[in-house]
């Protein structure tokens, strides 16, 4: 889980990175950033949960 | 490639700048005093010991590779055509600061801006990480902030780098706006500080094994408090020189820039005085100060930009925001932090980066004296999501990588057993306070 979570962090900023370089319309722009963005957000809380301290204090 | 240069300074404005520059030291006193009055008292010479270090490991691997990388508009840089656009990614000069002329000019005065304000940087996980980072291994890491990861991310916004150009290429408003360093230093600060939390683990006697958090209060609030006020010159002298020498605005600014870092600090301390004062029946001081700390961070992006209502407003939300994440981060997500360093610099700083995008007019008004088109408006917010995107998407899992890497050759965390005694006793020999502790664990259930 955190391997796959680091790996996600930047897989979504590579899409973030696509949609500046490869769409030209602001709404698709957009679009491709959130997507971007969530797919971040969603390797962070995948990260973090991997990183939570179990129930008896340590990891 | 050689990007534009910035117009040249009046020899006024050189010496304006300087000035502003020779106040930033004070911010990195006052973050070692928070620091050191948060951690308890068996690790307070650690702490401030570990400040001068890396402080001084950050100026060093700084003035080795770190200038040459970060670079500034008008120097050379690596750069690639990517479908027709250019894309500075890397400065290209000279190691140990060959070929920047030490002169007054824009080149040397951002140099010199910094080699202080990595510093700062380099500050902001040692709060995070107090009283179970080793010294050799915290410096280690500072030497691979300074020296790669700080650089990289710098060139990008203030080296000419393709953040920068996010307006002139992709026609995201100005571009990525971050005058005093919210993203540069905070963020960067506060993300590496999250690393830290998470490959050293929580303080010994931190959680129950149940899990619950339990208090470990730092042991001078006085230092605390002290810590701020002094943080507040450093903080006007670092968004000041920031802006002049990398948001390129006139030097009259310099007062718009002094006022809105004073009021998004005092809407800050107000916000997270009330809230806890609200929640807690008493206002908290260690909240509050964190408050007033995350209003500095949140002010540095948009401090040359926006109208002093708006930082006022800044900062009453950095101090809202600071008093739940600290919670939370330690309740729900496990991590020990006991400067609350990743809430204030990190969130903080996030927040002052969007801030500028709600506030693209006065950005275009500050830096072209022309009105904006809507499109534009809403490319600005665009563009300072993108730098969030980045600090989220690169620079963190890349900070996390350096120090796993390092870990696992130099293991950063003092072993929890000496944790009883104190980093004092265990890194230096000697406590900070010998007459008057006496080392127990008064305060820990576990």
Request: glycine content about 12%; some cysteine; proline content about 5%.
């Amino acid at each position: 889980m955190k391997i796959t979570g680091l790996l996600m962090m930047p897989a979504g900023w590579f899409l973030v990175l696509a949609a500046l370089v490869l769409l030209r319309t602001y709404v698709a722009q957009v679009s491709f950033i959130a997507a971007g963005i969530g797919v971040e957000i969603l390797g962070l809380v995948l990260f973090t949960r991997a990183h939570w301290v179990a129930k008896g204090g340590s990891e | 490639m050689i990007p534009q240069p910035l117009s040249t300074m009046s020899e006024n404005s050189e010496a304006l700048c300087i000035l502003f520059i020779l106040l930033l030291p004070l911010a990195l006193a006052g973050l070692a005093l928070i620091n050191t009055g948060l951690s308890r008292s068996r690790s307070a010479a650690h702490s401030m010991m570990a400040a001068l270090c890396v402080v001084g490991a950050a100026a060093t691997a700084y003035f080795v590779t770190g200038f040459a990388w970060q670079g500034y508009p008008g120097l050379v840089s690596h750069s690639m055509i990517i479908f027709g656009k250019e894309w500075s990614w890397l400065g290209a000069g000279h190691f140990f600061l060959r070929g920047v002329p030490l002169d007054g000019s824009r080149v040397s005065l951002a140099a010199l801006a910094q080699l202080i304000s990595v510093g700062l940087a380099a500050l902001i996980p040692l709060g995070a990480a107090a009283e179970r980072w080793r010294l050799r291994a915290c410096c280690l890491s500072t030497a691979l902030l300074a020296a790669i990861t700080y650089p990289l991310f710098a060139h990008w916004v203030w080296g000419g780098g393709w953040l920068e150009r996010l307006g002139s290429n992709y026609g995201l408003g100005l571009g990525f706006l971050d005058a005093g360093g919210s993203a540069t230093i905070q963020v960067v600060g506060g993300l590496t500080a999250l690393t830290m939390v998470w490959l050293l683990g929580p303080r010994r006697g931190k959680y129950s094994p149940e899990g619950m958090p339990g208090a470990l209060p730092g042991h001078n609030t006085v230092y605390v408090l002290f810590g701020c006020l002094l943080a507040l010159p450093g903080w006007m002298g670092l968004n000041a020189a920031g802006s002049l020498l990398f948001a390129g605005v006139p030097p009259g600014r310099t007062v718009l820039v002094a006022v809105n870092t004073l009021l998004a600090a005092a809407g800050a301390v107000l916000a997270a005085a009330s809230i806890t004062r609200y929640r807690f029946g008493k206002p908290d001081a260690s909240l509050s100060a964190n408050g007033w700390v995350s209003g500095l961070a949140a002010s540095s992006a948009g401090c040359a930009f926006v109208p002093p209502a708006a930082a006022l407003l800044i900062g009453l939300v950095a101090g809202a925001l600071v008093t739940y994440t600290v919670a939370w981060m330690e309740a729900r997500l496990g991590l020990d932090d006991p400067a609350g360093a990743v809430s204030v610099h990190a969130v903080g700083g996030i927040w002052g980066i969007l801030a500028v995008g709600l506030f693209p007019r006065a950005a275009a008004t500050a830096l072209t004296s022309a009105a904006i088109s809507a499109p534009m408006q809403g490319g600005q917010m665009l563009a300072q999501i993108v730098g969030v995107a980045t600090l989220l998407g690169f620079v963190l899992p890349f900070t996390y990588s350096l120090n796993w890497i390092l870990n696992r050759f130099f293991p950063q965390r003092i072993p929890p057993e000496e944790e009883r005694h104190g980093a004092d006793l265990y890194e230096l020999g000697a406590g900070a306070y010998p007459e008057f502790v006496t080392h127990t664990d008064e305060f820990s259930q576990w």
